[in-house]
């Protein structure tokens, strides 16, 4: 697996690799699976691969997610199964910058299914146009369809190559807009993601967040939320830590809630390596 190191790189000489899934659920702690994979890799404007396929999921599909993306048990009869395209995924993925919209959500599940196959999550660097579209414009809503809506980008249609055809032009509508803010290069745009500009210096974490996240560790922690009586443990995998204005934030999969969450880290009341 090759390993991106050229961050410092303007993001025009970078390999992209524009990601999105559906699934058949919000969870893969509860289960779900992926179902469909979109994916183009682009590299300096032009498709360098494609890559568009329906999975078996090996399990049924919630009602909910059957209604958004309009797949269903007898679409997916006959589909190969994650195994199947595990190692023509990776390859797709090598080298490059994954690109996907609220990202954790396709790179949990991402990392559930290779760790079902005892493959381990390439290690690239991942940028998130949800987050950026929040820090570098002001719009009603953040979801990719009402961005293609407000920016006139192509509709997305709830299915994975139709969203990241969107995908690609709301990344391609954000590049001028980080040009503005001095950021061309992915290691300031990683770090701008973080909420830093590229002259601010970056937090120092605490050692066990530092850690975690390096070894892409879990943390169980004591939390003392602003909405629960009293402290409560969790079991959080690390994300990244951001730099908000309320202080330094660090996001990550609460197994909890099972959900996505990000917590204050000067109200981690303690915390210990998984």
């Known amino acids: ?34 179902c469909e994979i979109g994916l183009l890799r682009i590299r300096a404007g032009q498709i360098e691969a494609a890559f568009d396929q329906l999975l078996d999921p090996q399990c049924a599909l919630e009602e909910q997610a059957a209604a ?28 490059a910058v994954l690109v996907a919209h609220n990202a954790p959500f396709d790179v949990i599940f991402l990392i559930h299914e290779l760790q079902l196959l005892n493959l381990p999550a390439p290690p690239m660097p991942v940028l998130d146009t949800l987050v950026l579209a929040r820090r570098l414009i002001h719009q009603p809503s953040y979801s990719l369809a009402a961005l293609a809506r407000e920016l006139d980008l192509p509709t997305p ?26 950021i061309t290069t992915l290691e300031d745009t990683l770090r701008f993601q973080r909420g830093l500009l590229p002259d601010q210096p970056d937090p120092v974490p605490p050692p066990l967040i530092d850690q975690a996240l390096r070894e892409r560790r879990r943390l169980r922690i004591v939390y003392s939320s602003r909405t629960t009586q009293g402290p409560t443990e969790r079991l959080v995998q690390p994300l990244e830590l951001t730099q908000e204005p309320k202080g330094l934030f660090l996001r990550a999969y609460c197994y909890l809630r099972n959900d996505l969450r990000s917590f204050i880290v000067s109200r981690i009341e303690s915390m210990e390596l998984v």
């Open 1 to 34: 697996m090759h390993i991106l190191t050229r961050s410092g790189q303007p993001l025009a000489a970078l390999p992209f690799a524009f990601f999105d899934l559906e699934t058949t659920g919000l969870l893969p702690a509860h289960g779900h699976r992926i």
């Open 68 to 95: 958004v993306n309009g797949l269903s048990c007898e679409l997916l009869q006959g589909a190969p199964i994650f195994a199947a395209v595990a190692h023509t995924l990776l390859e797709l993925l090598d080298g």
């Open 157 to 182: 249609q709830h299915r994975a190559m139709s969203d990241v055809v969107t995908l690609r032009a709301l990344f391609e509508y954000l590049v001028p807009h980080l040009a503005a803010h001095g």
